[in-house]
RNA sequence: CCGCCCUUAGCUCAGGCUGGUAGAGCAGUCGACUGUAGAUCGACUUGUCCCCCGUUCAAAUCGGGGAGGGCGGACCA
């Protein structure tokens, strides 16, 4: 593989690159480039962790030294999302989800690095940098990088604003060329970008997934359950949710149920070399075959493919993908029970 | 250390002065209409009124104590 297609891979079902350019250039100098994305371990993983994990698959095909920070730490500055008696039990659910979703991908968990945070955020060199841009960084400034990521509130804590700069330094500390993650996260890593030269840190590239619309139109939303499918969600909760989904007819935009097709059934399906049929009645023209989502989407935009035909298939479809990763985590009840005493003990 | 303010439905909040079976909006659930969902109508559900003690026939409401949160002051040789 070249430097253009190993660029072509990683910059596939992107929502922003920074810069393409940049990630052209690493290739052509270095044989393993690092990339790293980080995961606060707070509330139970979704489809939504999914669609950003499934491209990690991409990463290690595309020859990149890969890194998943489980961000415990993180999770506890964000307005304490994370009880910090917690912290534990949530990184090991966080890792084993992961490692269950790397593998549903299509790819091999043994290939990614886990880190936690708190294995080298404690001590130097990395408290030492972080004071320094604590001494360097506005409060205006720190507040804008995190606004959409860390919890907004009307009383917001400084653990909130460390978090901002402590990600920004995670990108150096972890040795990572380029930092990846949800398009959210653009404020803190072009922080990072433009804060971590100063101090003696190399400056990295950036690749920004999507956040996929919630199903109940809008943003996918962590209080509305209606609003995700959850990796402990069986095939018929994926049914129910799914046919509840808003998705106008020949609308692509804002439509959760094409969003997951896109970013996440159709290049899982194209891994295994496998297409996507819809049963159709006669009455409405017979069934399809899809061997990529353009010709999908397309379909539903001219009207052929009508979202009373398209909801089942899709559901049957996302059902299939999420089942290996439910099962796994079913397998250990106890990584669910101990993260989450209040709901699973 | 001192003072003041806040705490009521899943969320945002009214009510409290003047005690009498606890409300609104949003969210949610269910129907109608659509070959899905949404929108729009129609109906419905939701409570430790932060906790304890007291006054009273009766306390979300009055009194005392406490907890949690917020704001301010003081201290700074």
Redesign the pocket.
């Known amino acids: 593989m070249d430097a253009a297609e190993r660029t072509d891979l990683v910059t596939r079902y992107t929502e922003e690159v920074v810069t393409e350019a940049e990630i052209e250039s690493l290739f052509e100098e270095r044989d393993d480039p690092g990339v790293y994305i980080g995961y606060a371990p707070t509330g139970e993983m979704h489809i939504g962790h999914f669609t950003t994990i499934r491209k990690l698959a991409d990463f290690v095909e595309a020859g990149l030294d890969v890194t998943v920070l489980v961000a415990d730490l993180h999770a506890h500055l964000d307005d304490e999302k994370s009880p910090f008696e917690l912290l534990d039990a949530r990184s090991a659910y966080y890792q084993a989800a992961i490692e269950a979703m790397i593998e549903a991908a299509g790819s091999d968990p043994e290939a990614v690095s886990f880190v936690r945070g708190t294995d080298y955020q404690l001590e130097e060199p990395y408290t030492l940098d972080l004071y320094r841009m604590l001494a360097e960084t506005t409060l205006s400034r720190a507040r804008r990088a995190g606004s959409e990521v860390v919890r907004q509130s009307e009383?917001p804590k400084v653990g909130g604003l460390v978090y901002t700069l402590m990600q920004s330094l995670d990108v150096a500390a972890l040795e990572a060329d380029v930092a990846y993650g949800g398009i959210d996260q653009r404020g803190i890593y072009m922080l990072a970008r433009e804060q971590l030269p100063e101090q003696g840190h190399g400056k990295p590239a950036c690749v920004f997934a999507p956040l996929l619309s919630g199903l109940?139109?809008g943003k996918m939303s962590a209080?509305?359950a209606?609003s995700k499918i959850n990796l402990t969600d069986d095939d018929e909760t994926v049914a129910e949710k799914i046919?509840?989904?808003?998705?106008?007819?020949e609308q692509v935009e804002d439509n959760g149920v094409l969003e997951y097709l896109r970013f996440l059934v159709f290049p899982v399906l194209a891994e295994r070399g496998e297409s996507f049929r819809v049963d159709?009645?006669e009455e409405?023209g017979g069934d399809l075959v899809y061997d990529g989502y353009d010709a999908l989407e397309a379909d539903f935009r001219s009207g052929e493919l009508?979202?009373?035909?398209l909801?089942p298939a899709a559901a049957d479809a996302i059902a299939a993908v999420v089942a290996p990763v439910r099962e796994r985590l079913l397998e250990a009840p106890e990584l669910l029970e101990d993260a989450y005493p209040g709901r699973y003990a």
């Open positions: 009383n109940s139109g209080s509305e209606g046919e509840g989904a808003y998705c106008p007819a159709r009645p409405y009508h979202p009373a035909d909801k």
